[in-house]
Nanobody
Framework: QVQLIESGGGLVQAGGSLSLSCTASGLTFSGYTMGWFRQAPGKEREFVAAVIWSGGTYYADSVKGRFTISRDNAKNTVYLQMNSLKLEDTASYYC??????????????????WGQGTQVTVSS
């Protein structure tokens, strides 16, 4: 079965950096658009970033210029480098896979598979 396993979350001070990874199994990774979403307590899940199979990327305005999404198709892994972290970046971060490989999917319902999430906490 398909599995998406996130890692790399943790506690960081505002202004700091964290790198998240998500390794996929059970699917043809290069055939999927990969995305990152996040959900803070009491808030709806929101799109963060996505990368299509060839490396094209798209970001939410709230993270543009601070976060970088990338993928390594040989390792079945998608990454999210988060710099200049803010308090409002605190959330559970989820990676997701969409079989619309040519599309930068930004809605949650466009994704077929989800990871369990990893917590990112930014402190002051």
């Amino acid at each position: 079965q398909v599995q998406l396993i996130e890692s790399g979350g943790g506690l960081v001070q505002a202004g700091g950096s964290l790198s998240l990874s998500c390794t996929a199994s059970g699917l043809t990774f290069s055939g999927y658009t990969m995305g990152w979403f996040r959900q803070a307590p009491g808030k709806e899940r929101e799109f963060v970033a996505a990368v299509i199979w060839s490396g094209g990327t798209y970001y939410a305005d709230s993270v543009k210029g601070r976060f970088t999404i990338s993928r390594d198709n040989a390792k079945n892994t998608v990454y999210l480098q988060m710099n200049s972290l803010k308090l409002e970046d605190t959330a559970s971060y989820y990676c997701a896979a969409s079989n619309e490989r040519w599309t930068i999917a930004v809605r949650g319902d466009e994704y077929d598979y989800w990871g369990q999430g990893t917590q990112v906490t930014v402190s002051s």
